[in-house]
């Protein structure tokens, strides 16, 4: 970036609007067709079912949706199709543009602004990885600087990406070298940095943020109520692309001071995602997650390679599985259950 590219960043960046996402982000899975090809008429139905539980942001294009099995066009139009839904459903969408290619990542992050999203986020380079904070921020900075005018999220999840540095450490480099930072989608068990980042205070950067800290979603569902006194504000989660009406009841019992309900809808959330892994051990490489959508009436398709076909033997077991938990937690079960019930 030239120094007349920086000033021309920043000096857009007070276009960017104010924004603080909360509550609950579903990071949609990505409808394919039987053919495996984007079927991207499925998305205004998945909109209405998600809206229904409460789900008021998409985050398309994520892990849970098969990011980097998909191409450039198939991103783009599947962020085009979503930014083009969402608005009948009052919700709102960030788009993922996180790729090995940071070429491709500036593109899509031009893309999506060109587009109307509500904000744009990236996970860093996995192979070829940023691997001191002075390399993330250029890397992060260079994606943000393609997309001036929209507010910019980092994907934090090292597990996948193998990029495990300090956050409080990046926060505190972007808050001059990439003002558009808006916060990061947390997805790691670090809760002293969780802390240490969602508490740092920027003093540069654009004046829409300076003074405030950054917008922390938290990203491992089973501990979304670990992270509820450090101030979590929104929280990213595969599960509430179908579980949201639990989740939520994590939210509002910590929020009412009932401690107690929060503690058994997050042990539910908990027990299905330990019985769904311990099926995933069965069915030998099937995406787990889209074997469910399709139990619970919501079907997204199959998933790419490297992900296989799952066997009749592979469903019959989430079916059983999910038919436990559903009678173990009946009386907070989401509406789906009663489908599966019936199944049984």
């Given at each position: 970036?030239?120094?007349?590219?920086?000033?021309?960043?920043?000096?857009?960046?007070?276009?960017?609007?104010?924004?603080v996402?909360?509550?609950?982000?579903?990071?949609?899975?990505?409808?394919?067709?039987?053919?495996?090809?984007?079927?991207?008429?499925?998305i205004?139905?998945?909109?209405?079912f998600l809206?229904?539980?409460?789900?008021?942001w998409?985050?398309?294009?994520?892990?849970t949706?098969?990011?980097?099995?998909?191409?450039?066009?198939?991103?783009?139009?599947?962020?085009?199709?979503?930014?083009?839904?969402?608005?009948?459903?009052?919700?709102?969408?960030?788009?993922?543009?996180?790729s090995?290619?940071v070429?491709?990542?500036?593109?899509?992050?031009?893309?999506?602004?060109?587009?109307?999203?509500?904000?744009?986020?990236?996970?860093p380079?996995?192979?070829i990885?940023?691997t001191?904070?002075?390399?993330?921020?250029?890397?992060?900075?260079?994606?943000?600087?393609?997309?001036?005018?929209?507010?910019?999220?980092?994907?934090?999840?090292?597990?996948?990406?193998g990029?495990?540095?300090?956050?409080?450490?990046?926060?505190?480099?972007?808050?001059?070298?990439?003002?558009?930072?808006?916060?990061?989608?947390?997805?790691?068990?670090?809760?002293?940095?969780?802390?240490?980042?969602?508490?740092?205070t920027?003093?540069?950067?654009?004046?829409?943020?300076?003074?405030?800290?950054?917008?922390?979603?938290?990203?491992?569902?089973?501990?979304?109520?670990?992270?509820?006194?450090?101030?979590?504000?929104?929280?990213?989660?595969?599960?509430?692309?179908?579980?949201?009406?639990?989740?939520?009841?994590?939210?509002?019992?910590?929020?009412?001071?009932?401690?107690?309900?929060?503690?058994?809808?997050?042990?539910?959330?908990?027990?299905?995602?330990s019985?769904?892994?311990?099926?995933?051990?069965?069915?030998?490489?099937?995406?787990?997650?889209?074997?469910?959508m399709?139990?619970?009436?919501?079907?997204?398709?199959?998933?790419?390679?490297?992900?296989?076909?799952?066997?009749?033997?592979?469903?019959?077991?989430?079916?059983?599985?999910?038919?436990?938990?559903?009678?173990?937690?009946?009386?907070?079960?989401?509406?789906?259950?009663?489908?599966?019930?019936?199944?049984?």
């Amino acid at each position: 970036m030239t120094k007349g590219d920086a000033l021309c960043f920043i000096a857009l960046t007070h276009l960017v609007p104010t924004l603080v996402i909360t509550g609950l982000v579903a990071p949609v899975f990505s409808p394919l067709s039987s053919l495996g090809q984007l079927n991207l008429s499925a998305i205004p139905g998945n909109a209405a079912f998600l809206n229904r539980t409460g789900v008021k942001w998409v985050f398309t294009a994520g892990s849970t949706g098969e990011s980097v099995d998909l191409t450039l066009l198939e991103r783009k139009a599947l962020a085009e199709a979503w930014i083009a839904a969402a608005p009948a459903f009052d919700m709102r969408v960030i788009v993922h543009v996180g790729s090995d290619s940071v070429a491709d990542m500036m593109d899509m992050a031009a893309h999506a602004e060109a587009h109307g999203a509500n904000a744009i986020a990236a996970m860093p380079p996995t192979y070829i990885r940023p691997t001191t904070v002075d390399a993330l921020v250029a890397t992060m900075g260079a994606v943000a600087h393609a997309a001036p005018k929209t507010p910019f999220y980092y994907y934090h999840i090292p597990i996948k990406t193998g990029v495990a540095l300090s956050m409080p450490d990046f926060v505190a480099a972007a808050n001059e070298a990439i003002p558009t930072l808006n916060g990061i989608k947390f997805t790691d068990p670090t809760m002293n940095e969780f802390q240490l980042a969602f508490d740092y205070t920027f003093t540069k950067g654009a004046a829409w943020r300076v003074g405030k800290g950054p917008n922390m979603l938290f990203g491992h569902d089973e501990m979304l109520i670990a992270s509820l006194p450090y101030g979590t504000e929104g929280a990213v989660g595969t599960t509430y692309n179908f579980n949201a009406e639990v989740q939520y009841r994590i939210l509002e019992g910590w929020n009412n001071g009932n401690v107690s309900a929060a503690l058994f809808a997050q042990k539910a959330t908990t027990s299905l995602i330990s019985a769904i892994v311990e099926v995933e051990k069965k069915v030998d490489g099937a995406y787990i997650w889209k074997m469910l959508m399709d139990l619970i009436g919501q079907p997204m398709g199959p998933a790419r390679l490297p992900y296989t076909p799952p066997t009749q033997e592979g469903r019959e077991a989430l079916k059983v599985a999910v038919h436990a938990w559903c009678e173990e937690f009946k009386t907070i079960a989401p509406s789906w259950c009663a489908g599966v019930v019936e199944q049984k």
